[in-house]
Nanobody, 120 residues
Framework: VQLQASGGGLVQPGGSLRLSCAASGSIFSINDMGWYRQAPGKQRELVAVITNSGSTNYADSVRGRFTISRDNAKNTVYLQMNSLKPEDTAVYYC???????????????WGQGTQVTVSQ
């Protein structure tokens, strides 16, 4: 199983970015899909998560500015980030909980991380 994240970059405060993360490989079913971030010197934190039924949850710091969505046909999760602030600067990681077979356990997979920098 591989998770390929993309969409990071440098943006000015107030700008927008859209992150994508596509899962590929031996996938039987996907449960929760989410985004985490880690800023220098800080612990990794949850940004947003979406269940396979479409329920979402957001960190207080991004609620109202970020939107998580998923395309189950493409095994892809997205994070639309608007009104970006310098404090949003971090490496963003996607996380997917999935099973590779009927009898396989649910496992958590991480993407490689994509850098988001918000600066003038």
């Amino acid at each position: 199983v591989q998770l390929q994240a993309s969409g990071g970059g440098l943006v000015q405060p107030g700008g927008s970015l859209r992150l994508s993360c596509a899962a590929s490989g031996s996938i039987f079913s996907i449960n929760d899909m989410g985004w985490y971030r880690q800023a220098p010197g800080k612990q990794r934190e949850l940004v947003a998560v979406i269940t396979n039924s479409g329920s979402t949850n957001y960190a207080d710091s991004v609620r109202g500015r970020f939107t998580i969505s998923r395309d189950n046909a493409k095994n892809t999760v997205y994070l639309q980030m608007n009104s970006l602030k310098p404090e949003d600067t971090a490496v963003y990681y996607c996380n997917v909980e999935m099973k590779s077979g009927w009898y396989s356990p649910r496992m958590s997979w991480w993407g490689q991380g994509t850098q988001v920098t918000v600066s003038q």
